[in-house]
Structure formats: C-alpha cells, structure tokens
C-alpha cells in the first residue's frame, strides 16, 4: 500500500506519528486532501477536522489551527492544539460552545468577534467529532 509519514506535534506534546494512507486538512483557504508523493506545500489551518486514513480506516482528529507542510512525502503538522476522538471532552466543549455563543448575542463595543468566532469554530469540531464516536461505537439497536 502506498503511504506517507504523517507527524502532527503541538508545543505540549506528539499527537500522531505514523505511516498513512491520505490525510484531509482544514486549510484556511479550504479544505486539503492529500495523498502520497504530494508536491510540496505549506499552509495555515483553521479549526477543523482532520480525517486521516490508515488501513483503510478513516479517523477523525480535532485541529484548532497551525501549520501544514508537505516535503518529501512526509506531512508535518504543527498544531495549536490538536485531540484524537477519544481524547475531547464534550462537556468541557458544551460549556465553551456556550461561552462562545453568549459573548456573541450579548456582544459588546469591546468584544473580539473573530476570536470568539473562533471559539465557537472550535467547540463545534469537538462537538462534532466526538457525537460522531460516540454513535458508532454505540451497539446496534437491539443488540
Ligand atoms: P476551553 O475554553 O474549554 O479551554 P478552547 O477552545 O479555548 O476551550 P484551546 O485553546 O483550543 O481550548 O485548547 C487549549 C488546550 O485544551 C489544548 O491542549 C486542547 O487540546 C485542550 N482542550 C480544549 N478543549 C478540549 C476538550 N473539549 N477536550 C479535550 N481537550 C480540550
């Protein structure tokens, strides 16, 4: 099977290092797909989810922002933060979904929309991602 080395570090710690199939990033002009022997490219991310496929397998990851780079068949990722499916806390991201959308409705002069726009960006990937777990892993009706 053709692969890549797809590494994705933050400042805390290795999130990911392994041999992968096709990755699929949130760039910040849209969204990435990419595959072994990939031209090199260097790019922002927002937040978003990143699927990566390994063993035919696709997997979801949570990525608030940061860089993506492709040299040489390896894809190097530095996130600001970065969380497997089984790592989110979804009521922590409840909370801050919350936050988020209260500073947006009540918004005052001095408010940062975009931060909290951001926020909100955020919290709905972890949302998302760890709800879509949770459901698959549930045993089928009746089971
Ligand atoms: P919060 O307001 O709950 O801190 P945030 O979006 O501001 O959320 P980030 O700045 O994106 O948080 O991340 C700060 C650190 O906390 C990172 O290490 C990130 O991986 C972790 N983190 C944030 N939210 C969650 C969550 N819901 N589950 C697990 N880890 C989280």
């Known amino acids: 099977m053709v692969t890549m080395l797809l590494e994705i570090v933050t400042a805390e710690r290795e999130v990911y290092s392994d041999d992968v199939e096709a990755v699929n990033a949130p760039g910040v002009e849209g969204d990435l797909g990419i595959l072994p022997h990939h031209a090199?490219?260097?790019t922002s991310l927002q937040p978003g989810e990143l699927m990566i496929r390994k063993d035919g397998r696709d997997e979801y990851l949570m990525v608030s922002g940061g860089f993506l780079e492709v040299m040489g068949n390896r894809v190097t990722i530095l996130a600001d933060?970065?969380?497997r499916s089984d790592e989110i806390d979804e009521q922590r991201a409840?909370?801050?979904m919350g936050r988020a959308q209260e500073r947006i409705a009540n918004r005052t002069a001095d408010l940062d929309l975009e931060?909290?726009?951001s926020a909100f960006r955020r919290a709905e990937t972890r949302l998302r991602i760890a709800r879509r777990r949770r459901t698959r892993a549930a045993?089928?009706?009746g089971a």
Do not use: G, K, S
Request: aromatic share 0%.
């Open 139 to 141: 045993p089928p009706p």
């Open 81 to 83: 933060a970065c969380e």
């Open 40 to 42: 090199p490219l260097m």
């Open 94 to 96: 409840q909370e801050a």
């Open 115 to 117: 931060q909290a726009a």
